[in-house]
């Protein structure tokens, strides 16, 4: 994964809240050490880098992007000083390369859609879903599993329900599990950015 935190001209960064999840955050604010914010998303990508834009964000800018005021476009195409960073993830973990953009000269493809806003109005549950895969992990005090599949790797917590079979079953078996997202609201003091899930069943 990409170390889209560790920026030479910004520094060390800290996931403030999460919006958009694919594989890895792919839409979310931050702040550096120095409590600057930055609304940040992956914007661009082809077989050497991945391109991504971080627009300086003022607490109540972000505020107007959070509550629908500003939508995603603007949010970066109209800033607040007039530019954004964009930086080049190389895909050989090379440095990544750095450049100061004027935010009304991004091209419209790197951009969010006009009227995209961030929608953070509250929703129902995820529903559960169903993964196979091998069973690599399973931590009784914590009840904490790790089950392995083709795509991915999901980790999360055990339900009561299900503990009493996992804590018989066999590591490195491959099982068919129901799991469910957890919804979290990422808070400034949350350096976990990975998605939690809850194991329901086990067989």
């Known amino acids: 994964m990409l170390d889209v935190l560790n920026i030479p ?53 972000l505020n107007l992007i959070q509550s629908d005021t500003i939508d995603l476009h603007d949010a970066f195409a109209d800033t607040e000083d007039g530019s954004v960073l964009q930086v080049k993830f190389s895909y050989d973990e090379t440095p990544p390369l750095t450049e100061i953009v004027k935010s ?56 009561d329900e299900a503990f009493g079979t996992v804590k018989n079953a066999t590591l490195s078996r491959e099982y068919t599990a129901e799991i469910q997202e957890v919804v979290q609201r990422s808070g400034s003091t949350d350096k976990n950015t990975n998605p939690t899930y809850l194991l329901l069943s086990l067989n």
């Open 9 to 61: 001209e910004l520094g060390k960064l800290e996931i403030v809240e999460v919006y958009e999840y694919y594989d890895q955050p792919v839409l979310y604010s931050c702040k550096d050490t120095e409590d600057n914010l930055y609304l940040v998303v992956a914007a661009d990508e082809n077989d050497q880098y991945e391109t991504w834009l971080y627009a300086k964000v003022s607490v109540d800018r």
């Open 104 to 159: 009304n000269q991004i091209p419209e493809d790197m951009l969010p859609d006009p009227g995209e806003y961030l929608d953070l109005k509250p929703k129902g549950p995820p529903l559960p879903f169903t993964i196979t895969g091998a069973l690599i992990g399973v931590f009784l005090r914590s009840k904490t599993f790790e089950i392995e599949t083709l795509e991915q790797t999901y980790t999360g917590y055990i339900t």
